[in-house]
């Protein structure tokens, strides 16, 4: 029962490298997310995709891309690394609308960023 | 717009007495509210949720949670704190968009 699984968990970037978080889930969910979180500011979600070929803008897109190629993976790409994306990166999954008062997430482990 | 908000950044409580971990929201028509909690170096697991019915929601871990919909709360309860309960809780609203958290609330239970 692996759930979401995120990798890698630990990464160190300088400014202006690129890289991808690669995102993956095992319970055929439709929905897929990309939060960050930083310390005070709880959780911000960058983007989201309603199934394969499908993905939208959250609060915070900018500085990141997504793809949707498979309902199994939601990989998120930084181009350019920047300081100010230090941060945790969640990837999660549900089962059920986005509108459905039944859309409990569940969450990766979670990858620790941090670019100097 | 939806929005979340937790009073309190840190909420201190011994061993055995009763807790209660604030939020309040704002969202247009009828909210879906749910109470997430995250141990450390771990994601988000799910604890309770509120869709409609019955104000009083039950959870995992002997958790609860009231429905307010006059005060726009939606306060996390456990009768009785285990030393086990700290860890950062966050609440969440759901309208018509994915879910919108609180900045999370650090709960300290202490032997």
């Known amino acids: 029962n692996a759930g979401v699984t995120q990798t890698p968990k630990f990464r160190i970037l300088k400014i202006g490298q690129s890289m991808t978080l690669q995102c993956a889930q095992d319970m055929n969910h439709n929905y897929m997310y990309w939060y960050r979180q930083d310390p005070g500011m709880g959780l911000k979600l960058i983007y989201y995709s309603v199934g394969a070929g499908i993905t939208d803008k959250g609060e915070v897109p900018n500085g990141y891309n997504v793809s949707r190629s498979t309902t199994e993976d939601f990989p998120l790409r930084l181009e350019l690394a920047a300081p100010s994306q230090t941060s945790v990166y969640f990837c999660?999954?549900?089962?059920?609308?986005?509108?459905?008062?039944?859309?409990?997430?569940?969450f990766g482990a979670g990858s620790r960023l941090t670019v100097l | 717009a939806q929005s979340v908000a937790q009073p309190e950044d840190q909420v201190n409580v011994a061993e055995g007495n009763p807790l209660t971990v604030k939020c309040t929201y704002s969202?247009?028509?009828?909210?879906?509210l749910f109470w997430y909690v995250q141990y450390p170096n771990r994601g988000l697991q799910f604890l309770l949720k509120?869709?409609?019915?019955?104000?009083l929601v039950k959870g995992s871990y002997g958790f609860e949670a009231e429905f307010n919909k006059s005060q726009t709360s939606f306060h996390l309860k456990k009768p009785s704190a285990l030393v086990s309960d700290s860890a950062l809780y966050f609440c969440a609203v759901s309208g018509n968009t994915p879910l919108v958290f609180g900045k999370g609330t650090r709960l300290s239970v202490i032997a």
């Open positions: 969202v247009s028509g009828n909210p879906y």
């Open positions: 509120y869709i409609t019915g019955d104000n």
């Open positions: 999660a999954s549900s089962r059920d609308s986005i509108i459905s008062g039944a859309n409990v997430l569940t």
